[in-house]
Antibody, heavy 120, light 108 residues
Framework: QVQLVESGGGLVKPGGSLRLSCEAS????????MTWIRQAPGKGLEWISY????????YYADSVKGRFTISRDNAKKSLHLQMNSLSADDTAIYYC?????????????WGQGTMVTVSA | DIQMTQSPSSLSASVGDRVTFTCRAS??????LNWYQQKPGKAPKLLIY???NLQSGVPSRFSGSGSGTDFTLTISSLQPEDFATYYC??????????FGPGTKVDLK
């Protein structure tokens, strides 16, 4: 069925690294841009990264620029987020979401989220 | 970057009530405004895109309006399953995509 499934979250020490993945099924993955959004405990939604359908364009929020790297493998229908130099401020649920140009670039398909906890 | 604000931050309402909440952008975003609903422990769900277009499968009691900097989301008759937090998001400057801080709707 049509879905996005994130994985790779967990507990990591400050300064550590983690790689998140988002596997797509039931969709033509390369047709759409993809994004990562996070939500700190009890807080709102924060967009953090974008990648175009081809993977040629990438953008980051200032809060993660230089530390996080987004990538995609269209053949494997997978999206990734490499997170380095993690701090407590990065503790959050991380969601991947599909952007749909035909819906004014709204995010119409979301994964269930994966929890990242940064703590000593 | 474009900043988004929402009001109120929370509201209490009863089943059957008509509720309206607002979203404001720090600069004109035309109609590139989307609304999401999030229930506790769940991922957000797209309700409205392009300020006023109902996403497929979303009940018609939800409606959106506005353009430029001021937008509203209205639930014509609140149902038990509508108690949730609602976020607006601009997709005008794509990216970055900015979310508002949310409006939490709970039971009066």
């Amino acid at each position: 069925q049509v879905q996005l499934v994130e994985s790779g979250g967990g507990l990591v020490k400050p300064g550590g690294s983690l790689r998140l993945s988002c596997e797509a099924s039931g969709i033509t993955f390369s047709d759409n841009f993809m994004t990562w959004i996070r939500q700190a405990p009890g807080k709102g939604l924060e967009w953090i990264s974008y990648i175009s359908g081809s993977g040629g364009a990438k953008y980051y929020a200032d809060s993660v620029k230089g530390r996080f790297t987004i990538s995609r493998d269209n053949a494997k229908k997978s999206l990734h987020l490499q997170m380095n130099s993690l701090s407590a401020d990065d503790t959050a649920i991380y969601y991947c979401a599909r952007g749909e140009r035909g819906l004014d670039d709204a995010f119409d398909l979301w994964g269930q989220g994966t929890m990242v906890t940064v703590s000593a | 970057d474009i900043q988004m604000t929402q009001s109120p931050s929370s509201l209490s309402a009863s089943v059957g009530d008509r509720v309206t909440f607002t979203c404001r952008a720090s600069q004109s975003i035309d109609t590139y405004l989307n609304w999401y609903q999030q229930k506790p422990g769940k991922a957000p769900k797209l309700l409205i895109y392009g300020a006023s277009n109902l996403q497929s499968g979303v009940p018609s009691r939800f409606s959106g309006s506005g353009s430029g900097t001021d937008f509203t989301l209205t639930i014509s008759s609140l149902q038990p399953e509508d108690f949730a937090t609602y976020y607006c998001q601009q997709s005008y400057s794509n990216p970055p995509f900015t979310f508002g801080p949310g409006t939490k709707v709970d039971l009066k």
